[in-house]
Each structure stands twice: as C-alpha cells, then as structure tokens.
C-alpha cells in the first residue's frame, strides 16, 4: 500500500514539475528577442544619396582641398568612395532585436541598398519594380528626384508624379514606403541667376509635397535632419558617412513610429 501511494505521489511531483517547466520555456518564450520576426530586410531604394556616394567633388567650404583632374569621369571611376546609409540602420535594426553581434554581416540581414548614382525618379521606376520582385522586404525606403531637378530640369510637380509612381510600385507589390525628403543642397555650385533660384525653389517643393504626404504614408524628414554644412555634407549635394548614418537614424526612427 505505502509503495502504490509513494508511486502516486512521485507521478504528481512529476506532473507538476512538467507544468512548471512548461510555463517557464512559455515565460522565457515571451521574454526572449522574436529574431525571425523582422529579419525580411528593409529595401533602401534611390540615387546617389541613398549610395552613399562621396569623396569627389570640391566644395568651397565642405571640401576646399579637393581639385578636379581634366578627366572627371576616370577620377570618379578610380577615387570614388560608398558609405550607404543602410549600413548603419541595418545595425539599428540589428541591435533592437539583440541580434548585433555579428557586426557588418549581420546588418547586410537588415537593411540593403539599391542605388543608382546620377538617376532621375522616372529612370529608377523599372529597377525598383525588379528589386521589389527580390523580397520578401520589410519595408521600401525611397529617396530620388534631386536629378530630374538639377539635371532634366523637371518641375516640382513633374518630379512628385515620378515620386508617386515609385511609391504605387511598392504598393502594388504589397511592401510598405518610407519616403525621404530630399537633402538641402548648395546649388550655386552648378548654377547661377534664374537657373539657380528656379531649381533651389523646386527642390524646397518637392521636399514640402513629400512632406504633405503624412497623412497616408511614412515620411522620414531627412531635409530637417541633414543641415547643409561640413558636419553632415561631403560637397555641395552629398552627404558625408557622418550625414549617412544620420539619415540612417532618421529612417529607423520613422519604421519605429510607425511600427513597420
């Protein structure tokens, strides 16, 4: 009798331990980082800008110690250098699930970039809708326009109808947008009189319709971020790897807002 009620016992101490157990692996379930739950990463889409493209051009006060060989075009192929914002939110959106140990390569699992030096909104369109098609992605980052302005010479509202088509692409392949406000930038650099006053008016614009955007979509104000000047800027039009990672936390703080 004593060893069926010691058998009983033991079978009850045990099933309860199971439960405990139970509970516990469901505690620290709950508690621990959900790594898989946003690892889709997010697209960062645009131009120059988004490539993170600098280390060419002479500025007056940004970069005075900088000349121009008679080549341009080989000087950029041979001296360019790359510092993508999306390195640095990668490692954001790394380190806010504790999965950043793995440095660099971890981030790359977060955040990648997909940009085209020199190309206007409307080119860009075709290139975007394919890298939409290598998703799965978390989210679309989009900043383009500075070149239909400065160099087509394309209105502030030609350039917004370009923006929105990018934008209807990642809506139609069902990723969520971030769109950027376009950088400040020093045009008297390339051009002066009407010219000048036209296209800075229309850049302010485009910035300003991006901006009137909030109210159906994730806006990310890079312009009010980035002031114009050797902290942030490497030349008259590009951010430095220091302006970079500051449109970088911009852009983590708007996929956090809005809870992408």
Known sequence: MLGGIRTAVLRHVSRLLHG?????HRLAALCTPRLNDHVRPVLCFGDSITEGYHNIWPHKTIAPQRTLPANVNSHEHAALLCHPYSIRLGSLLADDVGDGAGGYKD???YARARAYSGWTAEELLPVLRRSLREGPWRCAVIMAGCNDIL???A???????HLEALYAACDEAGVPVVALSNTEADLGEFFSGEQLAERTAALREVAAGVLQMRSKRAVADVRAALPLGAQHFDDALHPSPAGSDR????VFQAIKLHGL
Not at 20 to 24: D, K, P, R
Not at 247 to 250: H, M
């Open 247 to 250: 449109i970088a936390e911009a």
């Open 151 to 153: 160099w087509r010479n």
């Open 155 to 161: 209105s502030a509202a030609t350039t917004l109808t």
């Open 20 to 24: 405990c157990g139970s509970l516990l």
């Open 107 to 109: 981030s790359l699992r």
